[in-house]
């Protein structure tokens, strides 16, 4: 491991530029902040009444700070009544407003405890229309949304078991969901989870009728459907009613939790959080992980990172050229953190995503607990922070307010690239196959990039597998999964090298209404032609349906919207019954196939690049009987 110390010594440098604090003399916590070309979007919640805030008692307020960008404070403002109000987190609209979630316990808004806060504000911080929700129980607000059809999603927990949200108690605390227009008016409302404590966090609209909800579980049952550690990450799927269709876990066998996700523009997702579990955690105790995470199921590690002590991550952003912003806090001193001024530091760094390198990671604080929640490139190369700090002023050289304040720091960073050196192990490819029917056998299928089958094992449900990857091989690998009563997957997973790269391969027992992308079969521009990299995985789609005989599906065509207007429809229609003609020259009958053509109406990426473009010219699967 001498490697890790000659990587500390090249990443611990940078130049702090300048840092501001905002607050008072009690604590005063950074949970969202923003960046804009006017400035930064600070949002928290505070307990002060004196410095920067000018209110009474000793409760606490969400606080908004608007500052421009060398961080002179524009405006601030409180929102809250006689009680507590606390802020997990901050969305912005699109006319330049926000909406503020969280709690309170204030006699004149919640009904007995902590009820759901909703808080929508204008662009220059007056409030427009504020909603508390819940029962006699602890409910609360941990995320928002905004889904393609214009409305206010909003996610959390809800412990109360008298509240009309909350008809169907399913035991503990449960995962729960609200549905708003823009307006404040409530459009509906649902609860998932099992036995056990179940929230959501993240909300993801995938489609105009596909919405991921993301959080975390402990339950065995309900709802969840493949439990894997002491708390898992969980990701719920619901149609644009916030009606339930599947749900699956992803993690180890301790303790995960999201924090944030990012989506580029060909549609590929990432979830980044925390992990305690061995093999997903490999630095310490808790690492900094980043799951990319497949429309299909699959839940690959892409990233890990951090020392023998903590790392949380708190967030994550792509750079214009593609690589990843991280930041969060860390309590080590070894591993990729080389410095540790206190019990945690802020800590960030940046990771060349496509060559697998880093380009720096710095931690900044005191001796006390520093926290960031972003982290943005500004002006002349600098890079700026933004989160908490606890430490007193001296230890930062900055004067600070109290117990806690909001803090900025710009800094320039060394930003020296050192790749990951080649350990000389074996690359491997490792997971469970996690299966809802128990006592299942499925059948894993290897290829290259290109189709070519490399291999091929059978794996029992909820077992292990591992599969070194040849040493000549580059590139992405892709996975299929055959398991009978079950529905067919086809997995990617590009490996980073001399490493084990960890997968979870979930596959739902069959069911009307499933869907199965064909990511591989995809089409020129203006073109119904099956191009020749689409049959091997049209040879996966006719060995399923081979075995499963009683199966009836719909083929749904898409464009990608650069044809003329009149075609869209026609063309998508002859792209799925492209793929119907091929089924059927092998032996496969003609009735079991029902053809429809979308156009261009369901994007599951950003036409305005080629790529994006490339992944929206497909055909989808969906179930209709079984």
Request: hydrophobic share 40%; glycine share 12%.
């Amino acid at each position: 491991m001498s490697w890790l110390v000659l990587l500390g010594s090249l990443v611990i440098a940078q130049t702090v530029i300048r840092q501001r604090v905002y607050g008072g003399s009690a604590a005063d916590a950074m949970v969202k902040a923003y960046q804009d070309k006017s400035g930064y979007w600070l949002f928290g919640h505070t307990r002060s009444r004196d410095g920067l805030l000018k209110r009474n008692g000793y409760d606490a307020d969400l606080w908004v700070v608007r500052t421009d960008r060398s961080g002179e404070v524009l405006w601030h403002t409180t929102y809250g009544a006689e009680g507590d109000e606390e802020l997990t987190d901050a969305l912005p609209l699109p006319d330049g407003g926000w909406v503020l979630v969280g709690w309170t316990d204030s006699k004149s808004l919640s009904r007995m405890k902590k009820d759901a806060l909703i808080v929508c504000i204008d662009r220059l911080g007056k409030e427009r229309w504020k909603v508390a929700i819940g029962g006699d129980g602890n409910d609360m607000a941990l995320g928002a949304g905004i889904h393609s059809d214009g409305t206010l999603w909003v996610v959390g927990q809800i412990g109360s078991v008298d509240s009309v949200f909350h008809p169907k108690p399913y035991g503990g605390i449960d995962a729960w969901l609200l549905r708003f227009s823009l307006d404040g008016e409530l459009l509906g409302h649902a609860t998932f989870g099992g036995s056990g404590h179940d929230y959501l966090r993240l909300v993801i609209s995938l489609s105009p009728d596909s919405i991921w909800l993301i959080g975390g579980s402990d339950s065995p049952d309900g709802h969840i459907q493949n439990p894997l550690g002491r708390t898992d990450v969980w990701l719920v799927e619901v149609n644009r009613r916030g009606e339930f269709r599947r749900s699956w876990n992803f993690g180890g066998s301790d303790f995960e939790e999201p924090y944030s996700w990012v989506r580029n523009a060909e549609g590929e997702i990432w979830v980044a959080g925390t992990s305690f579990s061995k093999g997903v955690a490999t630095y310490g105790r808790a690492d900094g992980v980043i799951w990319r995470v497949d429309p299909t199921g699959l839940a690959e590690v892409a990233w890990s990172g951090g020392g023998s002590g903590d790392e949380g991550l708190n967030f994550l952003q792509l750079s214009e050229e593609g690589d990843w912003l991280i930041a969060g806090m860390s309590s080590s001193r070894d591993g990729l953190i080389r410095t540790l001024a206190g019990l945690y530091d802020a800590w960030t760094l940046r990771w060349h995503r496509q060559a697998d390198s880093l380009a720096f990671c710095h931690t900044f604080g005191g001796k006390d607990v520093e926290s960031w929640v972003a982290v943005f490139p500004a002006e002349a190369g600098l890079y700026v922070g933004c989160g908490t700090t606890a430490s007193p002023g001296e230890q930062l050289g900055i004067r600070t307010y109290g117990n806690a304040d909001f803090w900025l720091v710009w800094w320039h960073p060394d930003t020296t690239s050192f790749p990951f050196p080649e350990s000389g192990a074996p690359t491997l490819v490792v997971g469970y196959l996690l299966t809802e029917l128990k006592g299942a056998r499925g059948i894993l299928l290897f290829r290259n990039a290109e189709g070519t089958l490399l291999d091929s094992m059978e794996v029992e449900s909820q077992s292990l597998f591992y599969w070194q990857v040849p040493d000549t091989l580059k590139g992405m690998i892709r996975i299929s999964v055959h398991v009978p009563g079950h529905l067919w997957k086809e997995f990617s997973i590009l490996p980073r090298k001399g490493r084990e790269n960890r997968i979870d391969l979930f596959v739902e027992k069959l069911k009307p209404g499933l869907r199965i992308p064909l990511f591989h079969v995809t089409f020129e521009k203006g073109s119904a032609k099956l191009l020749p990299e689409a049959y091997p995985q049209l040879q996966e789609l006719e060995r399923f349906l081979w075995a499963h005989p009683r199966i009836r599906i719909e083929l749904a065509g898409h464009t990608d919207g650069t044809s003329l207007e009149e075609s869209e429809i026609p063309l998508s229609r002859a792209r799925a019954q492209a793929v119907q003609a091929y089924l059927v020259s092998r032996g496969l009958p003609a009735t079991r196939f029902s053809i429809v053509g979308h156009g261009k109406s369901r994007p599951i990426a950003d036409n305005a690049t080629p790529e994006g473009q490339r992944r929206n010219r497909r055909v989808e699967v969906r179930i209709l009987s079984y």
